[in-house]
Protein backbone atom coordinates (compact mmCIF):
# COMPACT_ATOMS: atom_id res chain seq x y z
CA UNK A 1 0.00 0.00 0.00
CA UNK A 2 1.33 3.25 -0.62
CA UNK A 3 -0.77 6.43 0.84
CA UNK A 4 0.13 9.90 1.89
CA UNK A 5 0.26 11.27 5.73
CA UNK A 6 0.94 14.20 7.56
CA UNK A 7 2.92 13.84 10.59
CA UNK A 8 3.80 16.56 13.70
CA UNK A 9 6.54 15.79 15.62
CA UNK A 10 9.42 17.25 17.23
CA UNK A 11 12.48 18.79 15.05
CA UNK A 12 14.96 16.54 16.96
CA UNK A 13 12.73 13.66 15.51
CA UNK A 14 12.21 14.89 11.91
CA UNK A 15 16.49 14.52 11.64
CA UNK A 16 15.86 10.35 12.73
CA UNK A 17 14.37 8.10 10.12
CA UNK A 18 13.81 5.19 12.51
CA UNK A 19 11.90 7.96 14.28
CA UNK A 20 9.95 8.67 11.93
CA UNK A 21 9.24 5.50 10.70
CA UNK A 22 7.69 4.17 14.37
CA UNK A 23 5.58 7.62 14.12
CA UNK A 24 4.50 6.22 10.34
CA UNK A 25 3.84 2.63 12.04
CA UNK A 26 1.62 4.25 15.04
CA UNK A 27 0.24 6.06 12.65
CA UNK A 28 -1.52 2.94 10.78
CA UNK A 29 -1.22 0.84 14.24
CA UNK A 30 0.52 -1.40 12.31
CA UNK A 31 4.04 -2.89 13.50
CA UNK A 32 7.50 -1.23 12.41
CA UNK A 33 8.03 -3.97 10.37
CA UNK A 34 5.44 -3.33 7.77
CA UNK A 35 6.53 -0.08 6.88
CA UNK A 36 8.77 -0.45 3.93
CA UNK A 37 10.54 3.06 3.70
CA UNK A 38 8.91 6.84 3.01
CA UNK A 39 9.59 9.90 0.65
CA UNK A 40 9.44 13.31 1.93
CA UNK A 41 6.92 15.08 -0.48
CA UNK A 42 7.13 18.77 1.91
CA UNK A 43 8.72 19.77 4.50
CA UNK A 44 8.22 22.89 6.95
CA UNK A 45 8.15 24.75 10.78
CA UNK A 46 4.94 25.64 12.14
CA UNK A 47 6.11 27.68 15.17
CA UNK A 48 2.67 28.86 16.32
CA UNK A 49 2.51 26.66 19.18
CA UNK A 50 5.04 26.80 22.25
CA UNK A 51 6.93 23.74 21.09
CA UNK A 52 8.13 24.16 17.56
CA UNK A 53 6.83 21.48 15.38
CA UNK A 54 8.16 20.15 11.97
CA UNK A 55 5.28 18.96 9.81
CA UNK A 56 6.28 16.24 6.93
CA UNK A 57 3.93 15.05 4.13
CA UNK A 58 5.16 11.85 3.85
CA UNK A 59 4.36 9.00 0.61
CA UNK A 60 4.42 5.88 2.98
CA UNK A 61 5.02 2.53 1.83
CA UNK A 62 3.28 -0.05 3.81
CA UNK A 63 3.84 -4.12 2.92
CA UNK A 64 5.54 -3.18 -0.63
CA UNK A 65 8.78 -2.31 -1.60
CA UNK A 66 10.05 1.61 -1.13
CA UNK A 67 11.10 3.25 -4.73
CA UNK A 68 13.48 5.83 -4.44
CA UNK A 69 12.39 9.42 -5.37
CA UNK A 70 12.52 9.69 -9.50
CA UNK A 71 14.37 13.03 -10.47
CA UNK A 72 12.97 12.82 -14.45
CA UNK A 73 15.42 12.43 -16.93
CA UNK A 74 15.97 15.74 -19.82
CA UNK A 75 17.23 14.13 -23.05
CA UNK A 76 19.48 17.52 -23.94
CA UNK A 77 20.19 17.23 -27.51
CA UNK A 78 23.72 17.62 -29.04
CA UNK A 79 23.01 21.04 -31.07
CA UNK A 80 26.74 21.04 -32.82
CA UNK A 81 25.20 20.89 -36.04
CA UNK A 82 21.99 22.29 -35.11
CA UNK A 83 20.30 24.48 -37.95
CA UNK A 84 19.09 26.96 -35.59
CA UNK A 85 20.36 29.20 -32.97
CA UNK A 86 19.64 31.77 -30.55
CA UNK A 87 21.62 34.30 -28.77
CA UNK A 88 21.44 35.28 -24.98
CA UNK A 89 22.93 38.71 -23.46
CA UNK A 90 23.40 37.53 -20.05
CA UNK A 91 24.27 33.89 -18.01
CA UNK A 92 21.93 34.63 -14.96
CA UNK A 93 19.26 32.07 -14.15
CA UNK A 94 16.84 33.24 -17.10
CA UNK A 95 20.00 33.38 -19.92
CA UNK A 96 21.06 29.82 -18.62
CA UNK A 97 17.88 28.00 -18.12
CA UNK A 98 17.05 29.64 -21.45
CA UNK A 99 19.86 27.79 -23.10
CA UNK A 100 19.37 24.57 -21.25
CA UNK A 101 15.32 24.64 -22.83
CA UNK A 102 17.19 25.37 -26.21
CA UNK A 103 19.21 22.57 -25.78
CA UNK A 104 16.10 20.30 -24.97
CA UNK A 105 14.86 21.62 -28.87
CA UNK A 106 17.96 20.80 -30.88
CA UNK A 107 18.75 24.47 -30.87
CA UNK A 108 22.18 26.36 -30.27
CA UNK A 109 22.55 28.41 -27.42
CA UNK A 110 24.69 31.52 -27.78
CA UNK A 111 25.73 32.85 -24.40
CA UNK A 112 27.53 36.23 -24.33
CA UNK A 113 28.14 37.13 -20.72
CA UNK A 114 29.73 41.09 -19.86
CA UNK A 115 31.54 39.64 -16.79
CA UNK A 116 33.62 36.62 -15.45
CA UNK A 117 33.12 32.76 -14.46
CA UNK A 118 32.51 31.87 -11.07
CA UNK A 119 35.80 31.16 -10.07
CA UNK A 120 37.30 34.58 -11.61
CA UNK A 121 34.51 36.33 -9.72
CA UNK A 122 35.33 35.13 -6.14
CA UNK A 123 38.89 37.29 -6.58
CA UNK A 124 36.88 40.75 -7.65
CA UNK A 125 34.37 40.32 -4.51
CA UNK A 126 37.11 39.26 -2.44
CA UNK A 127 38.34 42.92 -3.76
CA UNK A 128 34.84 44.36 -2.92
CA UNK A 129 34.75 43.15 0.45
CA UNK A 130 38.47 43.68 1.49
CA UNK A 131 39.48 46.36 0.23
CA UNK A 132 36.23 48.24 -1.12
CA UNK A 133 37.63 48.43 -4.90
CA UNK A 134 34.52 47.33 -7.17
CA UNK A 135 35.39 46.22 -10.71
CA UNK A 136 32.10 47.27 -12.59
CA UNK A 137 32.09 44.69 -14.97
CA UNK A 138 32.81 41.52 -12.22
CA UNK A 139 31.29 41.96 -8.69
CA UNK A 140 28.02 40.84 -6.82
CA UNK A 141 25.42 41.86 -9.84
CA UNK A 142 27.24 40.63 -13.04
CA UNK A 143 29.41 37.56 -13.96
CA UNK A 144 28.03 33.90 -14.26
CA UNK A 145 25.07 32.75 -12.46
CA UNK A 146 24.01 36.06 -12.28
CA UNK A 147 23.27 38.37 -9.06
CA UNK A 148 21.91 35.00 -7.67
CA UNK A 149 25.30 32.97 -7.27
CA UNK A 150 26.91 35.28 -4.85
CA UNK A 151 23.78 36.28 -3.03
CA UNK A 152 21.99 33.56 -0.98
CA UNK A 153 20.40 31.14 -3.52
CA UNK A 154 16.81 31.43 -2.58
CA UNK A 155 14.51 29.06 -4.67
CA UNK A 156 11.06 30.08 -2.88
CA UNK A 157 8.47 31.66 -5.34
CA UNK A 158 4.96 32.59 -5.74
CA UNK A 159 5.08 32.16 -9.57
CA UNK A 160 3.38 28.63 -10.18
CA UNK A 161 1.58 29.94 -12.93
CA UNK A 162 4.46 31.06 -14.79
CA UNK A 163 6.07 27.92 -15.68
CA UNK A 164 7.20 24.56 -13.74
CA UNK A 165 8.73 24.94 -10.66
CA UNK A 166 9.48 21.65 -9.84
CA UNK A 167 11.51 21.41 -13.66
CA UNK A 168 13.65 24.06 -12.00
CA UNK A 169 13.95 22.70 -8.58
CA UNK A 170 14.78 19.66 -10.44
CA UNK A 171 17.16 20.46 -12.74
CA UNK A 172 19.08 22.34 -9.55
CA UNK A 173 19.41 18.15 -8.26
CA UNK A 174 20.94 17.00 -11.28
CA UNK A 175 23.55 19.41 -11.53
CA UNK A 176 24.36 18.88 -7.84
CA UNK A 177 22.08 20.65 -5.48
CA UNK A 178 20.70 18.67 -2.16
CA UNK A 179 17.74 16.51 -2.74
CA UNK A 180 15.97 18.82 0.22
CA UNK A 181 15.23 21.45 -2.27
CA UNK A 182 12.54 19.46 -3.27
CA UNK A 183 10.48 19.17 -0.61
CA UNK A 184 11.52 22.46 1.61
CA UNK A 185 8.73 24.72 2.38
CA UNK A 186 11.49 27.13 1.90
CA UNK A 187 13.92 25.67 -0.73
CA UNK A 188 18.05 27.45 -0.23
CA UNK A 189 20.92 26.59 -2.18
CA UNK A 190 23.24 28.90 0.13
CA UNK A 191 25.76 31.03 -1.89
CA UNK A 192 28.97 28.78 -0.88
CA UNK A 193 27.29 25.94 -2.59
CA UNK A 194 25.66 27.41 -6.00
CA UNK A 195 28.49 28.29 -8.17
CA UNK A 196 29.81 24.63 -8.30
CA UNK A 197 26.38 23.83 -9.85
CA UNK A 198 26.33 26.92 -11.63
CA UNK A 199 29.95 25.85 -13.37
CA UNK A 200 28.40 21.92 -14.01
CA UNK A 201 25.05 23.72 -15.63
CA UNK A 202 27.82 26.14 -17.78
CA UNK A 203 30.03 23.02 -18.60
CA UNK A 204 26.68 21.02 -19.57
CA UNK A 205 25.70 23.26 -21.94
CA UNK A 206 29.32 23.81 -23.40
CA UNK A 207 29.56 19.53 -23.90
CA UNK A 208 26.12 19.90 -25.70
CA UNK A 209 27.56 21.94 -28.50
CA UNK A 210 26.29 25.49 -27.16
CA UNK A 211 28.69 28.38 -26.59
CA UNK A 212 29.25 30.51 -23.64
CA UNK A 213 31.69 33.36 -23.75
CA UNK A 214 32.67 35.31 -20.55
CA UNK A 215 33.99 39.29 -20.57
CA UNK A 216 32.00 39.79 -23.85
CA UNK A 217 29.90 43.24 -22.71
CA UNK A 218 27.26 44.34 -25.50
CA UNK A 219 27.73 47.54 -26.69
CA UNK A 220 25.21 48.06 -29.51
CA UNK A 221 22.70 45.88 -31.47
CA UNK A 222 22.42 45.47 -35.05
CA UNK A 223 19.05 46.16 -36.46
CA UNK A 224 17.87 45.84 -40.16
CA UNK A 225 13.92 46.32 -40.93
CA UNK A 226 12.98 46.53 -37.14
CA UNK A 227 14.58 43.54 -36.94
CA UNK A 228 17.36 42.72 -34.74
CA UNK A 229 20.15 40.99 -36.68
CA UNK A 230 23.21 40.92 -34.15
CA UNK A 231 24.98 41.93 -31.26
CA UNK A 232 28.14 43.69 -30.87
CA UNK A 233 30.51 43.45 -28.07
CA UNK A 234 32.82 46.36 -26.70
CA UNK A 235 35.69 44.27 -27.95
CA UNK A 236 34.23 44.44 -31.26
CA UNK A 237 33.10 41.48 -32.21
CA UNK A 238 29.93 40.62 -33.20
CA UNK A 239 27.35 37.24 -33.01
CA UNK A 240 24.45 37.24 -35.15
CA UNK A 241 21.44 34.41 -34.60
CA UNK A 242 17.61 33.37 -35.69
CA UNK A 243 16.76 35.68 -32.30
CA UNK A 244 17.88 37.40 -29.37
CA UNK A 245 17.07 36.51 -25.99
CA UNK A 246 17.75 39.65 -23.48
CA UNK A 247 18.12 38.64 -20.02
CA UNK A 248 20.66 41.03 -18.46
CA UNK A 249 19.52 41.63 -15.18
CA UNK A 250 17.90 44.54 -12.94
CA UNK A 251 21.14 46.48 -12.86
CA UNK A 252 22.59 46.12 -16.54
CA UNK A 253 21.63 50.59 -16.75
CA UNK A 254 23.90 50.40 -20.44
CA UNK A 255 21.50 48.01 -21.67
CA UNK A 256 18.70 50.30 -20.79
CA UNK A 257 20.56 53.71 -21.79
CA UNK A 258 21.11 51.52 -24.95
CA UNK A 259 17.94 50.52 -26.02
CA UNK A 260 16.80 54.19 -24.83
CA UNK A 261 19.54 56.07 -27.22
CA UNK A 262 18.26 53.70 -30.31
CA UNK A 263 14.76 54.37 -30.25
CA UNK A 264 13.64 51.22 -28.79
CA UNK A 265 10.90 51.52 -26.55
CA UNK A 266 11.12 50.94 -22.61
CA UNK A 267 9.03 52.13 -19.53
CA UNK A 268 9.59 53.40 -16.03
CA UNK A 269 8.72 50.94 -13.75
CA UNK A 270 7.79 51.40 -9.74
CA UNK A 271 10.16 49.68 -7.62
CA UNK A 272 11.42 49.46 -3.77
CA UNK A 273 13.71 50.90 -1.94
CA UNK A 274 15.02 51.07 1.86
CA UNK A 275 17.74 49.53 4.03
CA UNK A 276 18.93 46.81 5.45
CA UNK A 277 18.21 45.53 9.35
CA UNK A 278 20.51 43.21 11.03
CA UNK A 279 19.61 41.72 14.28
CA UNK A 280 21.46 38.97 16.00
CA UNK A 281 20.52 35.94 14.78
CA UNK A 282 19.87 34.89 18.63
CA UNK A 283 16.81 37.57 18.97
CA UNK A 284 14.90 36.41 15.86
CA UNK A 285 15.35 32.60 17.21
CA UNK A 286 14.06 33.62 20.46
CA UNK A 287 11.23 35.60 18.99
CA UNK A 288 10.22 33.35 16.63
CA UNK A 289 10.35 29.67 18.25
CA UNK A 290 9.36 31.12 21.26
CA UNK A 291 12.67 29.55 23.66
CA UNK A 292 15.41 30.71 25.30
CA UNK A 293 17.72 28.74 22.55
CA UNK A 294 17.30 27.74 19.49
CA UNK A 295 19.00 24.75 20.24
CA UNK A 296 20.83 22.32 18.09
CA UNK A 297 17.29 20.64 15.58
CA UNK A 298 16.22 23.88 14.34
CA UNK A 299 17.18 25.96 11.55
CA UNK A 300 18.04 29.62 12.59
CA UNK A 301 14.29 31.51 12.17
CA UNK A 302 13.30 33.79 9.20
CA UNK A 303 10.46 36.12 9.47
CA UNK A 304 8.29 37.86 6.70
CA UNK A 305 6.94 41.24 7.49
CA UNK A 306 4.27 43.60 5.57
CA UNK A 307 2.73 46.65 6.99
CA UNK A 308 0.57 49.28 5.56
CA UNK A 309 2.00 53.04 6.36
CA UNK A 310 -0.20 55.73 5.41
CA UNK A 311 -1.13 53.76 2.10
CA UNK A 312 2.21 52.96 1.12
CA UNK A 313 3.52 48.72 1.51
CA UNK A 314 6.41 48.99 3.91
CA UNK A 315 8.05 45.23 3.92
CA UNK A 316 10.84 42.81 4.33
CA UNK A 317 12.62 41.42 1.34
CA UNK A 318 14.86 38.69 0.86
CA UNK A 319 15.54 37.87 4.21
CA UNK A 320 18.89 36.42 5.19
CA UNK A 321 18.68 34.28 8.50
CA UNK A 322 22.39 33.34 9.64
CA UNK A 323 23.62 35.49 6.77
CA UNK A 324 25.79 38.18 5.45
CA UNK A 325 25.19 42.01 4.36
CA UNK A 326 27.31 42.40 0.83
CA UNK A 327 28.03 44.89 -1.20
CA UNK A 328 26.33 44.81 -4.66
CA UNK A 329 26.94 48.10 -6.30
CA UNK A 330 28.05 47.84 -9.78
CA UNK A 331 28.68 51.68 -10.56
CA UNK A 332 31.71 54.03 -8.49
CA UNK A 333 31.05 55.78 -5.91
CA UNK A 334 27.65 54.45 -5.01
CA UNK A 335 26.43 51.96 -2.19
CA UNK A 336 24.21 48.90 -2.68
CA UNK A 337 23.44 46.44 0.06
CA UNK A 338 21.89 43.04 -0.07
CA UNK A 339 21.86 39.88 1.92
CA UNK A 340 22.99 36.11 1.56
CA UNK A 341 23.48 33.31 3.58
CA UNK A 342 25.39 30.25 3.30
CA UNK A 343 24.19 26.58 3.12
CA UNK A 344 24.39 26.23 6.93
CA UNK A 345 23.31 29.68 7.73
CA UNK A 346 25.38 29.61 10.78
CA UNK A 347 26.84 33.08 11.03
CA UNK A 348 25.84 35.13 14.17
CA UNK A 349 23.27 37.85 12.40
CA UNK A 350 19.85 37.49 10.60
CA UNK A 351 19.29 40.52 8.07
CA UNK A 352 16.61 41.51 5.63
CA UNK A 353 15.82 44.19 3.19
CA UNK A 354 13.60 46.43 4.95
CA UNK A 355 11.79 48.44 1.70
CA UNK A 356 9.03 51.21 0.60
CA UNK A 357 6.68 50.83 -2.52
CA UNK A 358 8.28 53.70 -5.07
CA UNK A 359 5.50 55.05 -7.59
CA UNK A 360 6.75 57.31 -10.68
CA UNK A 361 4.49 59.86 -8.72
CA UNK A 362 6.66 60.02 -5.64
CA UNK A 363 9.93 60.58 -8.39
CA UNK A 364 8.39 63.50 -10.05
CA UNK A 365 7.77 65.75 -7.49
CA UNK A 366 11.20 65.53 -5.90
CA UNK A 367 12.49 68.84 -6.16
CA UNK A 368 16.51 67.59 -5.25
CA UNK A 369 16.17 65.47 -8.37
CA UNK A 370 14.44 68.16 -10.76
CA UNK A 371 17.68 70.09 -10.04
CA UNK A 372 19.79 67.72 -10.98
CA UNK A 373 18.33 65.49 -13.98
CA UNK A 374 16.25 68.55 -15.23
CA UNK A 375 14.31 67.40 -18.69
CA UNK A 376 15.96 63.87 -18.46
CA UNK A 377 12.96 63.34 -15.86
CA UNK A 378 11.10 63.19 -18.68
CA UNK A 379 12.36 59.86 -20.00
CA UNK A 380 11.34 56.44 -19.38
CA UNK A 381 14.75 56.26 -17.63
CA UNK A 382 13.72 58.60 -14.55
CA UNK A 383 13.25 56.23 -11.87
CA UNK A 384 16.74 54.73 -12.59
CA UNK A 385 17.98 58.29 -12.55
CA UNK A 386 16.62 58.49 -8.73
CA UNK A 387 17.45 54.99 -7.53
CA UNK A 388 21.21 56.43 -9.02
CA UNK A 389 20.84 59.44 -6.85
CA UNK A 390 20.11 57.25 -3.51
CA UNK A 391 23.10 55.23 -4.07
CA UNK A 392 25.32 57.94 -4.83
CA UNK A 393 24.04 59.75 -1.33
CA UNK A 394 24.65 56.40 0.36
CA UNK A 395 28.15 56.26 -0.95
CA UNK A 396 29.19 59.98 -0.01
CA UNK A 397 27.33 59.69 3.25
CA UNK A 398 29.87 56.83 4.05
CA UNK A 399 33.01 58.19 3.22
CA UNK A 400 34.04 56.08 0.24
CA UNK A 401 35.29 52.78 -0.36
CA UNK A 402 31.94 51.06 -0.25
CA UNK A 403 31.69 52.29 3.56
CA UNK A 404 27.91 51.86 4.05
CA UNK A 405 26.19 54.90 5.94
CA UNK A 406 24.32 53.51 8.62
CA UNK A 407 22.38 53.90 12.23
CA UNK A 408 20.87 52.33 15.55
CA UNK A 409 16.99 50.67 14.35
CA UNK A 410 15.71 53.63 17.44
CA UNK A 411 18.13 56.30 16.91
CA UNK A 412 17.15 56.09 13.12
CA UNK A 413 13.16 55.58 13.94
CA UNK A 414 13.80 58.68 16.78
CA UNK A 415 15.86 61.04 14.26
CA UNK A 416 18.91 60.99 16.75
CA UNK A 417 22.37 60.23 15.54
CA UNK A 418 23.93 57.39 16.60
CA UNK A 419 27.18 57.76 18.98
CA UNK A 420 28.14 54.12 17.98
CA UNK A 421 27.03 51.18 16.08
CA UNK A 422 26.76 47.42 16.85
CA UNK A 423 28.93 44.64 14.88
CA UNK A 424 27.47 44.36 11.49
CA UNK A 425 28.32 41.85 9.00
CA UNK A 426 29.00 44.24 5.95
CA UNK A 427 32.71 43.42 5.34
CA UNK A 428 33.45 46.74 3.89
CA UNK A 429 32.95 48.38 7.40
CA UNK A 430 29.83 51.39 8.33
CA UNK A 431 29.44 54.81 9.39
CA UNK A 432 27.47 56.73 11.63
CA UNK A 433 25.59 59.13 9.52
CA UNK A 434 21.78 60.75 9.38
CA UNK A 435 19.89 58.31 7.06
CA UNK A 436 17.71 61.09 6.72
CA UNK A 437 19.71 62.67 4.76
CA UNK A 438 20.37 59.60 2.11
CA UNK A 439 16.94 58.60 1.80
CA UNK A 440 13.86 60.56 0.66
CA UNK A 441 11.45 61.95 3.25
CA UNK A 442 8.54 59.68 2.06
CA UNK A 443 10.96 56.53 2.47
CA UNK A 444 12.35 57.45 6.00
CA UNK A 445 9.02 58.23 7.38
CA UNK A 446 7.11 54.96 5.98
CA UNK A 447 10.66 53.09 7.32
CA UNK A 448 10.25 54.71 10.80
CA UNK A 449 6.92 54.02 11.60
CA UNK A 450 7.14 50.51 9.63
CA UNK A 451 9.81 49.69 12.55
CA UNK A 452 7.68 50.38 15.35
CA UNK A 453 5.30 48.68 14.12
CA UNK A 454 6.81 45.73 13.02
CA UNK A 455 8.17 45.58 16.80
CA UNK A 456 4.44 44.61 17.68
CA UNK A 457 4.71 41.39 15.68
CA UNK A 458 7.95 40.29 16.53
CA UNK A 459 8.93 40.95 20.14
CA UNK A 460 12.64 42.37 20.25
CA UNK A 461 12.83 43.50 16.83
CA UNK A 462 12.72 47.17 17.27
CA UNK A 463 15.60 47.46 19.10
CA UNK A 464 18.75 49.49 19.29
CA UNK A 465 20.81 46.01 19.13
CA UNK A 466 19.49 46.28 15.96
CA UNK A 467 21.50 48.17 13.08
CA UNK A 468 20.03 49.61 9.74
CA UNK A 469 22.60 50.10 6.58
CA UNK A 470 22.11 52.18 3.71
CA UNK A 471 20.74 51.42 0.83
CA UNK A 472 18.96 48.33 0.02
CA UNK A 473 17.31 49.51 -3.63
CA UNK A 474 18.06 46.70 -6.21
CA UNK A 475 14.94 45.29 -5.51
CA UNK A 476 13.69 45.24 -8.81
CA UNK A 477 14.43 46.99 -11.90
CA UNK A 478 13.49 50.52 -12.57
CA UNK A 479 13.02 50.01 -15.96
CA UNK A 480 10.36 47.44 -18.04
CA UNK A 481 11.51 46.32 -21.68
CA UNK A 482 8.23 45.90 -23.04
CA UNK A 483 6.91 42.85 -24.68
CA UNK A 484 4.12 41.44 -26.39
CA UNK A 485 1.89 39.03 -24.36
CA UNK A 486 1.05 36.51 -26.83
CA UNK A 487 4.39 36.17 -28.83
CA UNK A 488 6.98 37.90 -25.90
CA UNK A 489 8.51 39.83 -28.71
CA UNK A 490 9.75 43.45 -28.26
CA UNK A 491 6.15 45.13 -29.74
CA UNK A 492 8.64 47.20 -31.73
CA UNK A 493 11.79 44.75 -32.88
CA UNK A 494 11.40 41.35 -34.29
CA UNK A 495 13.28 38.44 -32.91
CA UNK A 496 14.13 40.56 -29.68
CA UNK A 497 12.81 39.26 -26.45
CA UNK A 498 12.99 40.98 -23.09
CA UNK A 499 13.95 38.17 -20.40
CA UNK A 500 13.57 37.62 -16.56
CA UNK A 501 14.10 40.29 -13.73
CA UNK A 502 16.21 43.14 -16.10
CA UNK A 503 13.40 43.52 -18.48
CA UNK A 504 10.93 43.54 -15.11
CA UNK A 505 9.32 39.79 -15.64
CA UNK A 506 10.66 37.99 -12.72
CA UNK A 507 11.98 38.63 -8.96
CA UNK A 508 13.99 35.72 -7.63
CA UNK A 509 16.09 32.66 -9.37
CA UNK A 510 12.76 30.30 -9.86
CA UNK A 511 10.94 33.01 -11.56
CA UNK A 512 13.70 34.20 -13.47
CA UNK A 513 14.70 30.76 -14.76
CA UNK A 514 10.88 29.89 -15.98
CA UNK A 515 10.49 32.77 -17.56
CA UNK A 516 14.07 32.13 -19.61
CA UNK A 517 11.94 28.70 -20.30
CA UNK A 518 8.85 30.38 -21.48
CA UNK A 519 10.69 32.92 -23.47
CA UNK A 520 12.60 29.59 -25.38
CA UNK A 521 9.00 28.37 -25.86
CA UNK A 522 7.83 31.53 -27.40
CA UNK A 523 10.86 31.41 -29.77
CA UNK A 524 10.47 27.79 -30.93
CA UNK A 525 6.77 28.44 -32.00
CA UNK A 526 8.54 31.31 -34.37
CA UNK A 527 11.55 29.35 -35.56
CA UNK A 528 8.83 26.83 -36.59
CA UNK A 529 10.27 24.39 -33.70
CA UNK A 530 6.82 23.29 -31.82
CA UNK A 531 8.98 20.51 -29.38
CA UNK A 532 7.34 22.78 -26.84
CA UNK A 533 4.26 24.75 -26.37
CA UNK A 534 3.66 28.05 -24.38
Not at 225 to 242: L, P, Q, V, W, Y
Not at 336 to 347: C, Q
Amino acid sequence: MQQTITLRIKPEEAENGSVIQQHIADHFSTDLNSVKGYTILKSSIDARGKQPLVQLSLLVYINEPAQERIIPVVNYKDVHNAAQSVLIVGAGPAGLFAALQLLELGIKPIILERGKDVRERRRDLAAINKQGIMNPESNYCFGEGGAGTYSDGKLYTRSNKRGDINKILNTFVRFGADEKILYQAHPHIGTNKLPKIISALREHIIVSGGEVHFNKKVTDLVLKNETIKAARTSDGDEFSADAVILATGHSARDIFHLLHNKNILIEAKPFALGVRAEHPQSLIDQSQYKCATRGEWLPPAAYSLVQQVNNRGVFSFCMCPGGIIAPAATDANEIVVNGWSPSKRNNPHANSGIVVQVEEKDVRTLPELKKIYGDKLNSPLFMLYFQQWVETLAFTAGGGKLVAPAMRMVDFCTNKLSQSLPDCSYLPGIHAAPLWEVLPPFVTMALQKGFQLFGNKIKGYYSNEAVVVATESRTSSPVRIPRNNDTLQHPQIKNLYPCGEGAGYAGGIVSAAMDGERVVAAICLKLGNRGVGL
